[in-house]
């Protein structure tokens, strides 16, 4: 029998004080019975693709899941802070429904997701039309080695990598919603101004911006436009490499001022001068804030214009259990990116022409689609994160050795195919960065730690980009051996390490806490002064 939708208003008191405590037991006990125990089946492309049956929810039926806040002694530990944002929509009675949460889900699909992915294809355009610049008569028109070209890719990543932390710090004091699109708006300007490069200093010193601005903005898309904009070689007598800068920079340009007007502050604050009934009806304000803090309590330690302090700031980064991941982000990428950067010169140099260069640089990225989507799916279905995140370097290590065996003067087209499957590999950056994230617990650590762990895969291209040097040319054979050692130490040391450092952390804390009495839990609780992955009540992602 279907029930229906329960709509409760809010009249749960902003401060934790007494009187809210006490009316906290009665409360929880009152509206506690029609809640949702196990966790929510979600839709899985594994499902679709192999026409799995599903078991149906009655959709008018209650969605909510028991949390932390329908437990009158654990929930006064876990209240939001008295600014967090959007603790006027915040009440652990209310409830809602499945066809209510699905509804909403969609709706902040396509306004929020939908604005998320064109700002992460902004970045890319951006950032990776150098290499495509480089496939035409880039070097030449700059009088510029490809020394210089590493130089450049070497000052863009060190300077991305210092602006990662302050980058978030800005973001965390100003909002997002202010500092995302001011970004993307400054470093197009500077992209569409290399239009203009007259030689080796001004193209370093556009590196150098391009990287300090988009710091703290994370990455992958695949660059199509180069092939036809590159067309435009000899228009207005400038070279085509010209055009790709100034086009691409001024479609940047354009994501980055719309994406002023299309980046609320917070699910509660969507209304504006140009935009006045806002996105959301007040119930679907309340479904989410209170959908949020069920799934993750910590979400309240802090409102969206609030900086970190000193002593947050150091405790985040003095976070030793999220070290292992660092190293990680700092040796993963290492074995693929060489190739990556070096593909089009590689390609130009075994006999391929600009524009065979730019289309057979399409490949990978297409079938890099596949084994993306591909990884998602293994994710879903086994629900791992260490075995499944090190499958990049296990694809990456057989290609890199037929690499390495190459003959001297290879046939190009069998060298195309074994780059071409190398760059295929299933990217796995997106899941390491959510187990860092997880693993970090509170919002303030989560902060500092995904800017820390996005530093060390910045540092990770710097290394990488030396691998790969003019004395070791055409072949480079040293610089494979390397890349092959580097793969072999991650996927033996390094993710093994990490899963087992993980599991014996966990182990520790289920030791202490399943050792306290309920009472000594409560008191842990009341008095502790543990945040995010500190408290012992945490687990670590593995």
């Known amino acids: 029998m279907a029930t229906e939708p329960t709509t409760i208003k809010s009249t749960s008191p902003s401060p934790v004080d007494d009187n809210s405590v006490k009316d906290l037991d009665v409360s929880v006990h009152e509206?506690?019975?029609?809640?949702?125990?196990?966790?929510?089946?979600?839709?899985?492309?594994?499902?679709?693709?192999?026409?799995?049956?599903?078991?149906?929810?009655?959709p008018d039926a209650i969605a909510t899941k028991r949390s932390v806040f329908d437990d009158p002694v654990l929930a006064p530990h876990y209240w939001p802070k008295k600014d967090y944002e959007n603790l006027h929509r915040f009440d652990p009675s209310a409830r809602w429904t499945y066809r209510e949460q699905r509804a909403l889900v969609r709706k902040i699909d396509w306004k929020i997701m939908l604005m998320a992915a064109i700002g992460?294809?902004?970045?890319n355009l951006d950032r990776s039309n150098i290499n495509q610049a480089n496939s035409s008569s880039f070097l030449t028109d700059l009088e510029m080695t490809t020394d210089d070209f590493n130089l450049g890719n070497s000052v863009f990543r060190l300077a991305f990598l210092c602006a990662e932390l302050p980058s978030q710090l800005v973001s965390k004091r100003v909002g997002p919603d202010r500092w995302i699109p001011t970004q993307i708006c400054l470093w197009s300007i500077v992209s569409l101004s290399q239009f203009w490069l007259t030689g080796r200093t001004s193209f370093l010193v556009c590196r150098a911006l391009l990287g300090a601005l988009q710091g703290g903005f994370i990455p992958d898309l695949v660059l199509f436009l180069a092939f036809g904009i590159l067309h435009l070689d000899g228009v207005a007598g400038e070279a085509g490499w010209r055009w790709l800068f100034l086009i691409e920079g001024g479609i940047t340009l354009l994501i980055g001022v719309a994406t002023f007007f299309n980046m609320p502050?917070?699910?509660?604050?969507t209304k504006a001068w140009f935009r006045p009934k806002g996105w959301f009806t007040e119930r679907e304000e309340l479904i989410m804030v209170n959908r949020i803090l069920r799934d993750d309590p910590t979400k309240g330690d802090m409102h969206n214009r609030e900086g970190l302090t000193l002593r947050r700031f150091c405790t985040a980064i003095c976070d030793y259990d999220v070290w292992p991941l660092y190293v990680l982000g700092l040796m993963f990428g290492i074995p693929n990116s060489p190739p990556a950067t070096y593909l089009t010169l590689l390609l130009r140099d075994i006999g391929f022409n600009t524009f065979q260069t730019n289309l057979l640089t399409i490949p990978y990225q297409v079938l890099g689609i596949?084994?993306?989507?591909?990884?998602?799916?293994?994710?879903?279905y086994v629900g791992e994160r260490t075995f499944v995140a090190m499958l990049e370097d296990l694809w990456t290590l057989p290609f890199l050795i037929a690499l390495y065996a190459l003959p001297s003067g290879p046939n190009p087209w069998i060298f195309f195919g074994i780059v071409t499957g190398l760059l295929s590999f299933p990217y796995t950056h997106p899941i390491q960065v959510g187990w860092c994230s997880r693993n970090a617990g509170g919002v303030s650590g989560r902060t500092v730690n995904a800017s820390l762990y996005n530093m060390f895969v910045q540092a990770s291209s710097i290394i990488a980009s030396q691998i790969y040097v003019a004395s070791d040319a055409p072949r480079y054979e040293r610089g494979n051996r390397i890349l092959i050692i580097i793969c072999?130490?991650?996927?033996?040391i390094l993710y093994p390490g990490t899963k087992a450092y993980y599991i014996w952390r966990n182990r520790q804390r289920d030791k202490i806490w399943n050792g306290m009495t309920v009472e000594e839990r409560d008191y842990y609780l009341k008095t502790t002064k543990d945040v995010g992955n500190r408290r012992l009540d945490f687990r670590f992602a593995h």
Do not use: W, Y
């Open 370 to 380: 596949f084994t993306m989507f591909g990884i998602t799916l293994l994710s879903e």
């Open 31 to 58: 509206f506690s019975l029609d809640l949702v125990d196990e966790e929510e089946k979600q839709v899985k492309f594994t499902d679709i693709l192999f026409h799995k049956r599903k078991h149906v929810t009655d």
């Open 120 to 123: 992460f294809s902004a970045l």
């Open 488 to 492: 072999c130490v991650n996927l033996g």
């Open 265 to 269: 502050p917070s699910p509660t604050q």
